[in-house]
């Protein structure tokens, strides 16, 4: 899951992209409402994790912005702002969750799987292709019941094929996903990869596979 998280605090952000790969969850972070809303209309996110403190504008109006153009995007506020009319405000505004700073890295974690779980999120605990089977949570794969081994990446680029199945995922979606945008990647990285959990999977006997549309970009299917 791709989270965008606009925070000011680089320690914190830093220590948000550390606690949360663990669970299941890439970050892109950035300190400012305008590098933060730049990235919102470039790449495609699962959720926002927003801070209302910002050093160039209010979170609240952020918030409202998204809202207002029928965005219905998982936000939740991550904030020093302990009132409970702060609260209200920001639920109002239109977040769908409040945590106020300081916080437990487990909580924040349950929380945005309980943001992705709700209909119409895409964040669903076992995923099911054929006879290959994916817990998002655990990050173990199986085939035919059987336990089988793929790398970190691999589990990425395979958790957003399942996820879509069926659907033709871009190219561009693909490298946004799984290279965000701090990350150095050569510029046949996600052709290597699907080539790599392609063979993968047919090594294992699984019986979903990955097309290839030329120009187009990828697709799974139960064969």
Do not use: W
């Not at 979170?59 to 809202?67: E, H, Q």
């Not at 294992?204 to 596979?209: A, I, L, P, Q, V």
Request: hydrophobic share 40%; aromatic share 4%.
């Amino acid at each position: 899951m791709r989270i965008l998280l606009i925070e000011d605090s680089r320690r914190l952000a830093q220590s948000l992209v550390e606690g949360l790969s663990g669970e299941g969850f890439d970050l892109d972070t950035f300190p400012t409402a305008q590098e933060g809303i730049s990235a919102f209309s470039s790449l495609q996110y699962d959720a926002v994790v927003l801070d209302l403190g910002l050093p160039d504008r209010d979170g609240l109006d952020i918030l409202s912005d998204l809202r207002s153009k029928r965005n219905e995007i998982p936000i939740l506020i991550l904030t020093a702002r302990d009132s409970v009319e702060s609260r209200v405000m920001g639920l109002d505004a239109g977040a769908d969750d409040y945590l106020v700073k300081p916080f437990a890295m487990s909580e924040l974690a349950a929380r945005m799987r309980a943001l992705l779980r709700r209909p119409g999120q895409p964040l669903a605990t076992l995923l099911k292709v054929g006879n290959t089977q994916l817990d998002s949570a655990s990050r173990q794969v199986t085939v035919s019941n059987s336990m089988v081994h793929f790398s970190v990446r691999e589990i990425k680029a395979l958790e957003l094929l399942m996820r879509r199945e069926g659907q033709v995922i871009s190219k561009m979606v693909m490298e946004d996903n799984l290279n965000g945008l701090h990350k150095n990647a050569t510029q046949n990285s996600i052709e290597v990869l699907v080539f790599r959990l392609r063979r993968r999977l047919e090594q294992y006997g699984s019986d979903c596979s990955i097309h290839t549309l030329h120009g187009i970009g990828y697709l799974m299917k139960e064969n």
